[in-house]
């Protein structure tokens, strides 16, 4: 595993919804340039159950992400997650139009669970 990995999971371990948004999950997707930081942030901040607000568009904005790899974690993050759906139904709803089948069925199933 790698440094970055570890410090984001030990992050989301002690994170709860409302000291989320200084998780460095959250700073490496929104700040990074590279493909594999941004997605591993999206994965791990979909460990967290309960997203804050930050979060939530932060994973919404990922799903416009240039990376395929990217767009399927944050549209994974938002299927296991709950508590600001409503901030996330927009970005979701354009998903279901992504180029990539996997992001378009994860945002469905999104849409459904809420």
Known sequence: ???L???CLLSISFCTAGDADTNLPLARLSASRNNYERRIAAEL???NPR???QAANL???ALNDPAVRVR???ASALLQTSGRE???VPALAAATSDEDKTVRILSLRALQRM
């Open 51 to 53: 997203l804050s607000k």
């Open 1 to 3: 595993m790698t440094s």
């Open 5 to 7: 990995y570890l410090n």
């Open 72 to 74: 399927r974690a944050a």
């Open 59 to 61: 994973l919404a904005k």
């Open 45 to 47: 901040s979909g460990m």
């Open 86 to 88: 409503r901030l996330t």
